[in-house]
């Protein structure tokens, strides 16, 4: 994994707890509201404020602070000042940076366009897009299962998830996430690209498994015209699963929807079709 590194300075005792985000997320997600973002980031650890467990997160003095790979884009690392029992001294340091888009590499680029998923069987299932997020890091991915779902299609750019290029070895991995809200009607529908297991029953990672590397493809010839699709594993409670399918899954409400029966078993083939 690569990360990008920052150095974060303080000539004084103060800790603090840093957070780097893109200023055009701060401001459509967070309203530009410092508090809102901290609260956000408060509630990823259930922490509260006044908690002795905040010790564990904190900082102090000069220190290196590492990201994954960032986005291209304007970005502000925030170093808010926070005491050892979680009590709040507001914003302690602040400072700006650019990443610049990189030129994609031959490696990126070997990914792009269209493809037919198979199945073990070697029987053709559906053809997927892939298209350029974020050059030699993201991809979108436009078809997975090609049907509708909820009325809603899979080549819609509001419903494409996104792929994950490893510039260390080449491959692409499927990602679980949470794509979009989409309104059909009166109602409100949540989609997650996701993955399922089993454990007694067929469970669905949904969205309480984010970000997780489901599934990795990797070329298998030497003209990079087809490619593996294998299973990746998640840990619960002590106990490892491997992932079995990737799909579409939409919460109506509160209410998860059901998983297509049509979605895949891993592994899977890639062949191209186009560049």
Do not use: H
């Amino acid at each position: 994994m690569e990360y990008d590194n920052f150095i974060c300075e303080s000539d004084d005792d103060q800790t603090y707890v840093v957070l780097t985000i893109k200023d055009s997320d701060f401001e459509y997600y967070y309203k530009s509201d410092l508090r809102a973002l901290f609260e956000d980031y408060q509630s990823s650890f259930g922490f509260e404020e006044g908690s002795s467990k905040w010790k564990s997160v904190l900082s102090s003095g000069d220190i290196i602070w590492p990201e994954q790979r960032l986005r291209s884009g304007e970005w502000t690392v925030y170093m808010i000042g926070i005491d050892s029992d979680g009590e709040l001294s507001g914003l302690y340091q602040e400072f700006q940076f650019t990443v610049e888009q990189e030129t994609a590499t031959n490696e990126y680029n070997r990914w792009l366009g269209t493809w037919m998923v198979s199945d073990k069987n070697g029987d053709d299932l559906f053809e997927i897009q892939i298209i350029p997020s974020e050059n030699n890091m993201w991809y979108y991915m436009a078809g997975w299962e090609s049907a509708n779902i909820f009325g809603f299609d899979t080549y819609d750019p509001a419903l494409m998830p996104e792929l994950f290029f490893d510039k260390e070895t080449g491959n692409m991995f499927f990602i679980s996430q949470y794509v979009n809200t989409m309104v059909s009607g009166n109602e409100s529908v949540d989609f997650y690209f996701t993955g399922t297991f089993t454990y007694g029953n067929t469970y669905v990672l949904g969205d309480e498994v984010l970000n997780l590397r489901m599934a990795e493809s990797s070329f298998v010839n030497s003209i990079y015209s087809e490619a593996m699709i294998n299973a990746l594993q998640f840990v619960n409670s002590g106990m490892t699963f491997p992932i079995e399918s990737i799909c579409y899954m939409y919460y109506n409400g509160s209410q998860p929807s059901a998983i297509s029966m049509a979605v895949p078993t891993l592994p899977l083939t890639m062949t191209r079709v186009t560049e």
